[in-house]
């Protein structure tokens, strides 16, 4: 083991310069990309009220320049028949919805970002000056446009080109005053399946801010321990009813409880952009047949 | 201690002459966290929000008139390749907007079609897992533990036995949202 570790440190020490550089090109390497998308930071914008501005940073990490363009877009997650979320865009937003769309601009809107370059765009709102306080939103569409390269061929040739345009959807948050959240979760409609539980639950939110959370399902036998588990982020503007599987691999027939909890947790968005809420749960009692 | 020669510009002693062990064995894991981090900024810096990389765009090779052309996932070069990186776990909704056909000269069109199988995506980043899902219809996706997926995406191009030679243009449209 000394042995080996001496050997180590004399080749780091030799050679560590040489390594760092070479993990460096590496990682950094473009892997044989067509285009690289710009990489939008950070990825859900909260925007205060007594600022009434914020700004994002768009990187591009390609070493050739990418034109980009921002637009805003109204739009928020629902499920559908099916239990599935998806993104509704509306032409306009519904009565009663907090839409910020119409009154924050991007500056600038279209921009040529060099290769390996930042660039920050900012957003400035001019909200009504009735503005009730709470939580207001719209989507941020940044569109990176790439041209790619013409088929080979002769003048006789048929020859394509095809361009794509990636645009990522990001969320921007206005908050006036102190909104806040409320969440309530339904008892659970549940269909066993042969190897899984199908679950569905009404998620309401309340208060004067959407709900970003975590919807957590586990499976509780009789004497309280989770037998099955499963944890779904969710961002929750109007009622919906997400359908998740649970997998009963393991799982012995008889009486179970099923809890559907709500939390404010998010592992995937910053802890700033998160409001705190009470959590919310429901117990199903339920019943495993035999399979 | 010696006097450090002149111009001497190492800053500590190279690890195997350190006499104590538990001094060698930090040097080593200071050395080794010193490439991790190297290693792991770039993909760090990646994985803060969602992106889309383009590995691979759809392209339509060796066309002439009058020679019906596929583009399937059976043949790789054909196929488009999409890289969608974020913070794992972070549900995303994706969908495309497909063009009907390429626009070509003198108002001639060349007629492109999907179906329901011509996209595919894999969260194990390989050709061998990849289920197929219909690029016209929207999709939510889970961003996998390794914070990387790939979207395959397949079309089918139409060529009339009296195809106009020349350029055709169209443009493919991917939205990726991730859901807050």
Known sequence: MTAITALLGRFLHRYAPRVR????????APSLLVAQGVVVSPPTLVIDHRVRSGALELFNPSDRPIEVRIEMLF?????????????????????GMRAATTWVEAFPARLTIPGSGRQTVRFLARPPATLADGEYFSRVVVTSKFATPTAAGGADAI????????????????????PAATIRVSEATVTQGRDSLDVRVTATPGGTAAFLGTLTYALLNEAGAVVASHAQPVSIYVPVTPRVRLPLAGVAPGSYRLRVRATAERGDLPAAVILPVTASESITPLRIAPR | MPARPRGHRRYFPPVHLLRRPSLRGTAVAVWLALVAVAAGATTLAAQTSLRINVVRSLAFDRLAPGMPTMSRGTVPTDTGVFEVLGPPGTPIEVW???????????????????????????????????????????HQFRIPPSGRMLIFLAGRVLVGSDQAPGQYRASIVLFANQIT
């Open chain 1, 159 to 178: 020859r394509t080109e095809l361009s794509v345009e990636v645009r990522a959807v990001t969320t921007l948050l206005y908050r006036k005053g102190s």
């Open chain 1, 21 to 28: 550089h070479a993990v460096l090109l590496a990682s950094c």
């Open chain 1, 75 to 95: 739009g928020y997650p629902v499920t559908d028949s099916s239990g599935q979320f998806g993104l509704e865009t509306p032409a306009s937003p519904p009565p």
């Open chain 2, 96 to 138: 495309f907007t497909l063009p009907a056909a390429f626009d070509g000269p003198a108002g001639a069109t060349l007629p492109l079609t999907f179906d329901p199988s011509s996209a595919s995506f894999s969260a194990a980043q390989s050709t061998a897992d990849r289920i197929p899902f219909d690029p016209r219809l929207r």
